[in-house]
């Protein structure tokens, strides 16, 4: 189905949900932001994006295995340190569920926040190139509401693509790594159980810190009336933040970079939990959260659509 088809078909669900004109309720709400959902994930660009994601534990797996096939092993020690893919690394052989922990490791830096960024860049952009924000606003969206469940839908595919990798690591790890307790950072054991729930947890986290580039990207995508330049500028601008977070004379300036305490889900794997860090990104993105989010809506609000 065609993207035009896919919002057409969008706007008779509005339609049908708002019979001569009422004020939208909780159900309509609820039923634009699963037209929203069903709309994205059957897109092809949204689905081969998650085939990337879910294709890069299977690589890391092979790779290791591949490696330490004659009994070698990737790394020293068991991973003390900053906490970050490689102290996961050194483990995978000994124990498949440190491959979500790597895997994840690898693809927050890039892949996780590109993708987030290309689908919060056409958010409204994409609609209004289309053609199809007007049509979405004659029905009593409201801008403020259509807003909220664009992001809404942005947040839900920053969940679903964490979950996709973490999944998918955790299939190649049980199939090409023996499974059972974990040794954490800090050098402590704790059980299989305890180690999938931290699993879940390192998984939330993830998706949690995605929340500032996708306030952001919503932002960027109110700005133009082109998709395309849209996910190619919040693309830019997480490449260009990741940059500068790696320049020494920048310090000063690196904790309030919105990549700046990604990796931190790391301290979920110790014992005790390190929760500092933690707390600043969650903080740091609610931040960017409110910060873009309340520029998205003024400028969204502000926005000639009959251009």
């Known amino acids: 189905m065609s993207r035009v088809d896919a919002d057409a078909s969008q706007g008779d669900a509005v339609r049908a949900v708002t019979p001569g004109g009422r004020t939208p309720s909780l159900l309509w709400t609820f039923g634009l932001f699963r037209s929203e959902l069903v709309t994205t994930f059957r ?9 990337v994601l879910a294709a890069v534990p ?11 096939g004659d009994g070698s092993s990737t790394g020293g020690g068991r991973g003390g340190g900053g906490g970050g893919g490689p102290a996961f690394i050194a483990q995978i052989s ?3 569920l440190f491959l979500v922990f790597t895997a994840l490791a690898a693809t927050l830096p890039f892949f996780l926040p590109m993708a987030v960024g290309v689908i919060a860049g056409d958010a409204i952009a994409g609609e209004a190139n289309a053609g199809t924000l007007r049509y979405l606003l004659v029905s009593p969206a409201g801008r403020t509401r259509l807003l909220l469940t664009k992001y809404a839908t942005t947040m839900t595919f920053c969940l679903v693509a964490t979950l996709v990798v973490a999944a998918s690591a955790m299939a190649v790890g049980a199939l090409l790594f023996p499974l059972g307790d974990l040794t954490t950072i800090s050098g402590t054991r704790i059980g299989f159980a305890e180690g999938l729930l931290r699993a879940l947890l390192i998984a939330l986290a993830v998706a949690a810190s995605l929340i500032g580039i996708a ?7 109110t700005l133009t009336n082109s998709g395309i330049a849209a996910m190619a500028t919040t693309v830019g601008l997480l490449i260009t933040v990741q940059i500068l977070d790696q320049i020494p004379q920048l310090d000063a300036l690196h904790p309030y970079f919105f990549s700046h305490y990604w990796l931190s889900f790391a301290d979920l794997m110790r014992e005790p939990v390190y929760w500092d860090d933690l707390q600043r990104n969650f903080g740091l993105q609610a931040l960017y959260a409110a910060v873009f989010g309340s520029a998205a809506w003024a400028r969204f609000t502000a926005k000639d659509i009959t251009a």
């Open 94 to 96: 000994n124990n498949g």
């Open 58 to 68: 299977v690589l890391v797996g092979i790779a290791v295995r591949i490696e330490t």
């Open 43 to 51: 897109r092809w660009r949204t689905i081969a994006l998650l085939g």
């Open 215 to 221: 306030a952001l990207g919503l932002f960027i995508s």
